[in-house]
């Protein structure tokens, strides 16, 4: 069973830093594109930033130049390093991946979330 194991959310005050790790387990086959999603009070989950394979990375545009995506294949990581928060990034974060299988067939798979408060 894939399992994302997400932590390094918490609160921090308006032009903080934080960084968010997701790592997964359990999964012998290849992680293609792994990612960040975001979901605040109210609104519907968006995507933040993602990664694939190769190292290739997309970020939506409100968190270009400050947030990071990386990623470590050797022990199937992600993270994502958040600079200059303020209180719009304020959300619930959640790590996803997609995993190929020999079928052909590809998963989606979603961590559990972890809260981030940006807030004086």
């Known amino acids: 069973q894939v399992q994302l194991v997400e932590s390094g959310g918490g609160l921090v005050q308006p032009g903080g830093s934080l960084r968010l790790s997701c790592a997964v387990s359990?999964?012998?086959?290849?992680?293609?594109?792994m990612g960040w999603y975001r979901q605040a009070p109210g609104k519907q989950r968006e995507l933040v930033a993602t990664?694939?394979?190769?190292?290739?990375?997309h970020y939506a545009d409100s968190v270009k130049g400050r947030f990071t995506i990386s990623r470590d294949n050797a022990n199937n990581t992600v993270y994502l390093q958040m600079n200059s928060l303020s209180s719009e990034d304020t959300a619930v974060y959640y790590c996803?991946?997609?995993?190929?299988?020999?079928?052909?067939?590809?998963?989606?798979?979603w961590g559990q979330g972890t809260q981030v408060t940006v807030s004086s």
């Open positions: 990664c694939t394979r190769g190292g290739s990375t």
């Open positions: 996803n991946v997609d995993i190929s299988y020999p079928s052909g067939a590809s998963y989606d798979y």
């Open positions: 359990a999964s012998i086959f290849p992680i293609n594109n």
